[in-house]
């Protein structure tokens, strides 16, 4: 029973097209992510939800729209992809409880890697 | 602004031997401090984790980690490592209940 789930887990596109990624989290927490993992490995987060809210948004093109239907759910669509956006996006959520114990550790998804050709 | 370095983008060493993988951070309060490690193909899994209290902590698969204040770092060790050890680790500082920085990560490679 996975806790925090990305689907699709690969998606293979061409330039210019329109596509979605969508995430789901069982743990009943309020706060969730969208990270970007390039190909040295470094992790850059770019949005972040709490109760449907956005909250953090970092300097990333106005082509990716993040969307939170709900608290348990963070899709991310991205509009006329380039080839830089060739990464591996992460989806995480964050505990709710005291600082001392659930509360700022992250929980990740296993990716979605998407290639744009 | 909150910020963490790894100094060693990529370390081996042989099995059953010991680790020590560093990290610095950079926060004007206490922060809050993290390591994951991220299999090829997978996701990040929490490894441990610093709040408060005992400075040294002690997290899965053998791992521990020791925040030292007076020299802002993080670092993570394990007695003897294991060929399944091989993995990219990531440190990361949270000053807050909203974002968390990480390092660029550190490769380990283990030979037999």
């Not at chain 2, 099995?15 to 560093?22: F, K, Q, W």
């Not at chain 2, 020791?66 to 990361?92: G, I, T």
């Amino acid at each position: 029973d996975t806790a925090v789930s990305q689907t699709p887990k690969y998606l293979v596109t061409q330039m210019g097209n329109d596509k979605s990624i969508k995430c789901e989290q069982n743990l009943g927490h309020d706060t969730m992510y969208w990270y970007k993992q390039d190909s040295k490995k470094f992790l850059k987060i770019m949005f972040s939800y709490n109760n449907k809210e956005l909250i953090i948004n970092e300097t990333v093109p106005n082509r990716f729209s993040p969307k939170s239907p709900d608290k348990a759910h963070l899709n991310l669509h991205i509009n006329s992809l380039e080839l830089g956006d060739s990464a591996v996006y992460f989806c995480a959520s964050r505990g709710t409880g005291t600082p001392t114990l659930a509360k700022n550790i992250q929980y990740f998804g296993a990716g979605t890697r998407l290639s744009v050709l | 602004a909150q910020s963490v370095t790894q100094p060693d983008i990529h370390i081996t060493v042989s099995e059953g031997a010991s680790l020590e993988l560093r990290c610095n951070y950079s926060y004007g309060a206490t922060p809050y401090l993290f390591w994951y490690v991220q299999s090829p193909g997978q996701g990040l899994q929490l490894l441990l984790k610093y709040f408060s209290g005992d400075t040294l902590v002690q997290g899965i698969k053998g791992f521990e980690a020791e925040f030292k204040r007076s020299q802002s770092s993080f670092n993570l060790r394990k007695p003897s490592v294991h060929w399944s050890d091989a993995a990219e680790y990531f440190c990361a500082v949270s000053g807050g209940y909203q974002k968390v920085t990480f390092g660029t990560g550190t490769k380990l490679q283990v030979i037999p």
